[in-house]
């Protein structure tokens, strides 16, 4: 069974810059084709941020977060990182990594369904 676990949120002042990482651990975690990032603010559903597929590296983004956001992935650690730069208040919200090996995981990575296992989460709070 594959974990995720994510790491290095926090308060973070408007237009300051955050770096959260999602390291898994476990068997199986070979057959992972996309690993995602969510966020979920207080009252809402859970919302795309950005995803990365695991063989090429390839990475996609919300609207939203284009251009001030980057998923870097690192092969050796099982692990990816969401940088996060010139932050909004509307970014603040609970993220939560998650991973996906089936073939919707490559098709369709900005829905929730694609996913197989998520992490616990990590709390992400704006000050201005």
């Known amino acids: 069974q594959v974990q995720l676990v994510e790491s290095g949120g926090g308060l973070v002042q408007t237009g300051g810059s955050l770096r959260l990482s999602c390291e898994a651990s476990?068997?199986?975690?070979?057959?992972?084709?996309?690993m995602g990032w969510f966020r979920q603010a207080p009252g809402s559903e859970r919302q795309f941020v950005g995803a990365?597929?695991?063989?090429?590296?390839?990475?996609s983004y919300a609207d939203s977060v284009k251009g001030r956001f980057a998923i870097s992935k690192d092969s050796t650690k099982k692990a990816i990182y969401l940088q996060r730069n010139s932050l909004k208040p509307e970014d603040a919200g609970v993220y939560y990594c998650?991973?996906?090996?089936?073939?919707?995981?490559?098709?369709?990575?900005?829905?929730?369904?694609?996913?197989?296992?998520w992490g616990q989460g990590t709390q992400v709070t704006a000050s201005s």
């Open positions: 998650a991973a996906g090996y089936r073939s919707e995981s490559s098709a369709y990575p900005r829905a929730l369904a694609s996913y197989d296992h």
């Open positions: 476990g068997r199986g975690f070979s057959r992972y084709t996309m």
């Open positions: 990365v597929r695991w063989g090429d590296g390839r990475t």
